[in-house]
Structure formats: C-alpha cells, structure tokens
C-alpha cells in the first residue's frame, strides 16, 4: 500500500507541470490558418509564449505576402490598385493594426484570412485620388 501511495504521488509530481501549463495565446492548430481568428491567435502571441518566435514570423509573413502579390497585380495594365500600403508604415505598425483590427471585429472571425486581411488594408490604407 505504501509503495502504490509512493508511485501515486510520484506520477502526479511528475505529471503536475503539464497539467498546470499556462494558458498561451496560440496553439499549434492555428498554424493551420482555417480562419482569420487563427491568424489574429498567431500575430497576437506574447512574447513569453514558447512559440511566439514561430508565431510572429509566420504572422510578418502572411502579411508581406499579401503586400507583395497586391504589387505584383498592380504591375500589370488596367489593374486599379485595391490599397495603398505606405513606405512609412512598419511591418510592426501594420501587424498590430490588423490586430486592432480584427478584434474590433470579431464578426469577421470565422471568415477566410484573405478576405478580411483584404478588408484591412482597403480601410486601413486607402489610395489617395488623384
């Protein structure tokens, strides 16, 4: 009896850190992207998340890729540019508006990350008329 209360106590001791983990921000499964609520999960991790390096990398990433393909569009002949993203802005700037953003907007949630990070920057960083 001694030695199953020893093995017992032993089990939850060793056990005890996995089962009082801290609640992080971004779970491995909103790497998958299924909606915009992932990506907000991911660009809003804090720093002392295990995986905010990841997070935040991966979250810079979807942003520039966004960016860089609305420029490559707006090479072309008779594409009338959706945004204009402005020299000044960081990248930094840019990821906690969406943040904002987005949280503002939690209708958005359960929608695809293209539309509502298309949503953000044509409301975020319209063109100027000429």
Known sequence: MKLIRSLWLCGVMISAPFLIRPA??????NFLIRNNADLV???????????????IHFCHGV????V??????????????????????????????YV??????????????GDVVIKFFIETYPCKAN
């Not at 992080?24 to 499964?29: D, K, L, Q, S």
């Not at 998340?49 to 997070?55: E, F, K, Q």
């Open 41 to 55: 999960a991911l660009c809003a991790t804090p720093q002392s998340d295990p995986n905010y390096v990841a997070a």
């Open 63 to 66: 942003g520039v890729g966004f």
């Open 24 to 29: 992080w921000a971004v779970e491995p499964i």
């Open 68 to 97: 860089r393909y609305h420029e490559s569009l707006t090479e072309g002949k008779g594409f009338v540019p959706l945004f204009c993203f402005p020299e000044t802005v960081t990248r930094t700037q840019a990821l906690n508006q």
């Open 100 to 113: 904002s953003y987005s949280k503002a907007h939690p209708e958005y949630d359960k929608e695809s990350v």
